[in-house]
């Protein structure tokens, strides 16, 4: 039998899932109009607990400035996801949504590039 609290946990996890399939899905249709919303892709989302708050972080490759309009984008279109989030799911709550950049490519790249000139040099 599965403890209360490892289900409710469980669940946030799924829930993160399916929003993360849904943002994924409206950034493929080009549901989300704003130009400044190009190649994003949504990397996972992390729900909160009470399920008041999810923080979806994506990817962009380019310049900084790039990045920086893509995040104003998908923090301004924050409603319009939540409500279609409201319409494609059965759940009770759609939580606020944060954007966050993921950083975790970029950190890898740097890392592999120091760690081929630290290879390069001995």
């Known amino acids: 039998m ?9 669940r946030v996890e799924r829930l993160g899932e399916l929003f993360l399939e849904e943002i994924s899905r409206m950034l493929v249709e080009g549901r989300i109009k704003d130009p400044r919303v190009g190649f994003v892709t949504v990397t996972r989302v992390d729900v909160t607990r009470d399920l008041s708050y999810a923080t979806v972080y994506f990817s962009v490759m380019g310049p900084e400035e790039e990045k920086e309009g893509t995040l104003h984008a998908l923090e301004h279109a924050a409603g319009y996801i939540r409500r279609e989030l409201g319409k494609g799911l059965r759940v009770r709550k759609i939580p606020h949504l944060r954007f966050k950049v993921d950083r975790n490519l970029e950190h890898s790249l740097r890392i592999g590039e120091l760690l081929q000139k630290i290879k390069g040099e001995s």
């Open 2 to 10: 599965i403890c209360p609290v490892m289900k409710a946990h469980y």
